[in-house]
């Protein structure tokens, strides 16, 4: 389900998901209509855009959090450094990206929500801890956690942070699906994290991240 205020953004991002074979967009609405075509459709997946006039998207995501099931949702912004974004990643969303999202990536970053995985846009992150200097550097104490992790926890957190479902991580790595879920199980306690999100957001911070990429035949 697409949330936005824009009848045309609505219809585009619409147009660009119906056209995957394995996608059902069941509702495209305002954020004053968001809670109860929830209720009605069911979406797997909601995109709900942060700033609308009518009611704001933080409000929404709050009430479809409530919901006995709620769905997975992500933050759609037009703005490279949005001061929403920390305070919708604290209070549940499962990622954000950008409404200029390439087309040809949209339908990917649906089914990596629908799998379990997170969407962190990268252009959207770097502005994030720039602008928001108090959340860019992990404090001593989320240091000392990362540090307890093993190597391999370590490995599965960045796969976290690049988005990847279990089953992803599991095929990545040449290890189950059931064994990947113990190692994010793990990882939510160590960290004291709730949520996917909020431990790929303390990798970044901790500059496991940074130091992936530089490590020698990690291929990133």
């Known amino acids: 389900m697409v949330v936005d205020d824009e009848a045309l953004v609505r219809s585009g991002f619409q147009l660009i998901l119906s056209a995957a074979d394995d ?79 390439e087309p040809d990536q949209l339908a990917q970053l649906v089914r990596t929500l629908a799998a379990g995985g997170v969407v962190l846009s990268p252009k959207a992150s770097r502005a994030v801890w720039r602008d928001h200097p108090g959340t860019a550097v992990a404090d001593d104490a989320e240091t000392a956690r990362v540090g307890r992790l093993t190597e391999r926890e370590r490995e599965v957190l960045v796969l976290i942070a690049e988005g990847l479902s279990n089953t992803e991580i599991g095929t990545r790595i040449h290890l189950s699906a059931g064994t990947v879920k113990d190692h994010v199980s793990a990882i939510l306690t160590k960290l004291r994290v709730a949520s996917r999100v909020q431990a790929a957001l303390l990798a970044q911070r901790a500059g496991l991240l940074d130091a992936g990429r530089r490590r020698p035949g990690s291929g990133r």
């Open 23 to 101: 996608i059902e967009v069941v509702a495209t609405t305002t954020g004053a209509e968001a809670v109860d075509a929830v209720r009605r459709t069911a979406p797997d997946v909601v995109l709900l855009d942060i700033r609308m006039p009518d009611v704001d998207g933080l409000t929404v995501l709050r009430q479809l959090r409530l919901q006995p099931v709620p769905p997975v949702v992500a933050m759609l912004t037009t703005f490279d450094a949005d001061e929403y974004i920390v305070t919708a990643l604290k209070s549940g969303a499962a990622g954000f990206l950008l409404k200029d999202t």
